[in-house]
């Protein structure tokens, strides 16, 4: 009997003690996909590169792809931005018409200077075409601002060992007009459909071309590859279908054609 009440004392504290030692296992470091949610745009205002305090709001005129980095950072930062670089440099789509791009620092001691040396290197990164600074902001902030701003769109990042340098995710995020999140990216391997296909989803309620429609038909977002994948399955239903109506009229216009024909034919061989 004690042997069975020690047993059972011992289960209760396991199952007690599981969601701690889950909690505490969680990981720090990554980004909690809050697709559907807003931004609190209202509340939050950074310095531009400038120095100047602005509403983020104010750049919520159109989608945004946002990246949150710090411009100090020895590591992957760099890498995000140079491949949100290249790909707008490679999309037929124009930064600062149909959408804007939005760098943050999460580290509150950067300063603008740094933002806007960053915003330099980062504009002459992009080829094919020439950005206008608006096109492509680049924001420092308060630490309240910053962790509203992270804890909204879910990137969790903390300090390393040495108490300098962050570690963190890489993401491209975008988010409608209104600070609706869309789409999460993976910032470090990206492509021109990627980044055309996540602006169109965070361009709701916008008119769209024919073939930007065309488009969300045949490619479909994959979230946990953060990225948009052709739907073969579609387009060879859409290929088999318009082959059986061009083949149904083929042979419909044949047997109208042939009934003409007849039609034509019977007078003439009963005089």
Same mark, same amino acid.
């Given at each position: 009997m004690r042997k069975v009440s020690f047993i059972v004392v011992l289960l209760m504290l396991v199952l007690v003690s599981a969601p701690a030692r889950a909690q505490e296992s969680a990981p720090q470091v990554g980004v909690d996909e809050r697709l559907g949610e807003f931004v609190p745009l209202e509340g939050? =205002?950074?310095?531009?590169?400038? *120095?100047?305090?602005?509403?983020?709001?104010?750049?919520? &005129?159109?989608?945004?792809?946002?990246?949150?980095? $710090? $411009?100090?950072?020895? /590591?992957?930062?760099?890498?995000?931005?140079?491949?949100?670089?290249?790909?707008?440099?490679? =999309? +037929?789509? %124009?930064?600062?018409?149909?959408?804007?791009?939005?760098?943050?620092?999460?580290?509150? %001691?950067?300063?603008? =200077?740094? @933002?806007?040396?960053?915003?330099?290197?980062?504009? @002459?990164?992009? %080829?094919?075409?020439?950005?206008?600074?608006?096109?492509? !902001?680049?924001?420092?902030? *308060?630490?309240?601002?910053?962790?509203?701003?992270? +804890?909204?769109? /879910?990137? !969790?990042?903390?300090? &390393?060992?040495? /108490?300098?340098?962050?570690?963190?995710?890489?993401?491209?995020?975008?988010? =409608?007009? %209104?600070?609706?999140?869309?789409? $999460?990216?993976? /910032?470090?391997?990206?492509?021109?459909?990627?980044?055309?296909?996540a602006v169109v989803d965070a361009s709701a309620g916008r008119a769209r071309s024919f073939m930007q429609r065309v488009e969300r038909l045949c490619y479909s977002y994959d979230p946990q590859g953060r990225a948009y994948v052709l739907k073969n399955n579609r387009i060879i239903l859409g290929v088999t279908l318009l082959f059986v109506l061009v083949f149904g009229a083929f042979l419909l216009s044949g047997k109208l054609l042939r009934s003409a024909r007849a039609r034509v034919e019977v007078p003439g061989g009963a005089s």
């Open positions: 939050l =205002s950074f310095s531009d590169e400038d *120095g100047r305090t602005i509403p983020l709001k104010t750049l919520f &005129d159109r989608p945004v792809l946002l990246t949150l980095v $710090y $411009y100090r950072c020895p /590591g992957i930062c760099t890498p995000l931005l140079q491949e949100t670089a290249r790909v707008v440099g490679l =999309s +037929d789509l %124009e930064p600062g018409e149909d959408y804007r791009i939005v760098t943050i620092s999460f580290d509150p %001691e950067e300063t603008a =200077s740094l @933002a806007k040396f960053k915003q330099l290197n980062m504009l @002459a990164e992009i %080829e094919n075409r020439e950005v206008r600074p608006d096109a492509w !902001r680049f924001l420092t902030g *308060g630490a309240d601002n910053i962790r509203r701003l992270t +804890d909204a769109v /879910g990137f !969790r990042y903390i300090r &390393d060992e040495n /108490g300098v340098d962050f570690v963190h995710a890489a993401r491209m995020i975008f988010l =409608s007009p %209104e600070g609706k999140i869309v789409r $999460y990216l993976n /910032g470090t391997r990206c492509n021109p459909a990627d980044l055309k296909m």
